[in-house]
């Protein structure tokens, strides 16, 4: 059992910068691929990007690319999302979650067993 929390989110400017951070219990948080994903109001829950439990390999969705950059600190169980150059269409509920699979697919949500309440992100024009 994993449980998630995440923080960091609150109101930016557009083009400003926020970094999430997801704090994990569990000891086997390190052998975890983590993700983070996004939802608008009245919109599907998307993926932002994720790391696998090595911290080695990233993918990002291609709307965040040289924008966003998620990083692990096992040591501190927790994974991160700085995320800057912000825009208004990026406003949603940002969600960690955590794949303890090896070989799925990253992007997909159906890869990630555990997640995180997570923390809103507003940015205004």
């Known amino acids: 059992q994993v449980q998630l929390v995440e923080s960091g989110g609150g109101l930016v400017q557009a083009g400003g910068s926020l970094r999430l951070s997801c704090a994990a219990s569990?000891?086997?948080?390190?052998?975890?691929?983590m993700g983070w994903f996004r939802q608008a109001p009245g919109k599907e829950r998307e993926f932002v990007a994720a790391?696998?439990?090595?911290?080695?390999?990233?993918n990002y969705a291609d709307s965040v690319k040289g924008r966003f950059t998620i990083s692990r600190d096992s040591a501190k169980s927790t994974v991160y999302l700085q995320m800057n150059s912000l825009k208004p269409e990026e406003t949603a509920v940002y969600y960690c979650?955590?794949?303890?699979?090896?070989?799925?697919?990253?992007?997909?949500?159906?890869?990630?067993?555990?997640w995180g309440q997570g923390t809103q992100v507003t940015v205004s024009s």
């Open positions: 569990g000891r086997t948080f390190s052998s975890y691929a």
């Open positions: 979650a955590a794949a303890p699979d090896p070989g799925q697919p990253l992007w997909s949500r159906q890869s990630y067993r555990y």
């Open positions: 790391i696998t439990w090595s911290g080695t390999l990233t």
